[in-house]
């Protein structure tokens, strides 16, 4: 799908804040209402805009501490990769996951953790013990410079 400058302008608006109006989009791209829904209901329809939602700030949660976990599998099968991603996908401390290349570790992970006994917990009790990972590397965040959708 080609995306012109208003297409684009509505990603960032929608972006920046999720929830604006019809009205306050029309006004910021100067379209009327019924051309701005169209376009994002296209946007939507294409898979471009997949969801709203709210985005939480993990340290107002109580989480403090944000790692990247870098994980090497000890078999490189798509039924052992199925089964970590399943698994990994169950535990709420873990914000994103990607199979990554380039390195020697398979997959990075970023996990949110209270404080560094919440960690400890996680990696040694749960993380460590997941059939396949042969390998940790913690890496921790020193402050997030910007975090953003992909526009």
């Known amino acids: 799908m080609s995306l012109d400058h208003t297409d684009r302008a509505i990603l ?15 006004e910021a791209v100067h379209l009327s209402a019924t051309p701005t829904v169209r376009r994002i209901k296209r946007l939507e329809d294409a898979g471009i805009i997949t969801g709203y939602h709210a985005h939480t700030a993990p340290a107002g949660l109580g989480y403090t501490l944000s790692v990247f976990v870098a994980v090497s599998m000890d078999r490189h099968t798509a039924e052992r990769f199925s089964e970590f991603e399943r ?11 990607s199979v990554v290349t380039g390195r020697s570790e398979d997959y ?31 890496s921790f965040e020193l402050r997030e410079v910007f975090n953003r959708s992909a526009v």
């Open 12 to 26: 960032r608006l929608l972006s920046a804040n999720a929830r604006l109006s019809v009205a306050e989009i029309s």
């Open 87 to 97: 698994q990994i996908a169950e535990f709420d401390e873990v914000v994103s996951c």
């Open 108 to 138: 990075l992970l970023k996990v949110v953790v209270k404080d560094m006994r919440h960690y400890e917990e996680f990696l040694l009790s749960r993380l460590s013990k997941i059939d396949g990972v042969a390998q940790l590397h913690t």
